[in-house]
């Protein structure tokens, strides 16, 4: 098993900046899959990113290519979205999630998932 725990989320004015990370306790860290999806009120939980167990593969979702990177650290346990170019829509509860077998752009291939992180940005 693993547990997550995520931190930096805020308040932020449009076109500005967060890292959001994801610490992990547990069973090995570079054993897992990682992700970071979102949900906004009223709305499915989306995909955002994703990282492969040794970090060298990554994929986006449309709507944030070229402007968040996840990437993850596993000497620390840990695992980043940097945001930036902020958008009002990209206001949601921010969450991470780990998979023991592979990358899933679904929720449901996730069986381990964090507390979430709010992140407001204004306009």
């Known amino acids: 098993q693993v547990q997550l725990v995520e931190s930096g989320g805020g308040l932020v004015q449009a076109g500005g900046s967060l890292r959001l990370s994801c610490a992990a306790s547990?069973?090995?860290?570079?054993?897992?899959?990682m992700a970071w999806f979102r949900q906004a009120p009223g709305k499915e939980r989306e995909f955002i990113a994703a990282?492969?167990?040794?970090?060298?593969?990554?994929y986006y979702a449309d709507s944030v290519k070229g402007r968040f990177t996840i990437s993850r650290d596993n000497a620390k346990n840990t695992v980043y979205l940097q945001m930036n170019s902020l958008r009002t829509e990209d206001t949601a509860v921010y969450y991470c999630?780990?998979?023991?077998?592979?990358?899933?752009?679904?929720?449901?291939?996730?069986?381990?998932w964090g507390q979430g992180a709010q992140v407001t940005v204004s306009s």
């Open positions: 547990g069973r090995a860290f570079s054993t897992y899959a």
């Open positions: 999630a780990a998979s023991a077998l592979f990358v899933y752009v679904n929720p449901g291939g996730y069986g381990y």
């Open positions: 990282i492969s167990r040794s970090g060298g593969t990554t």
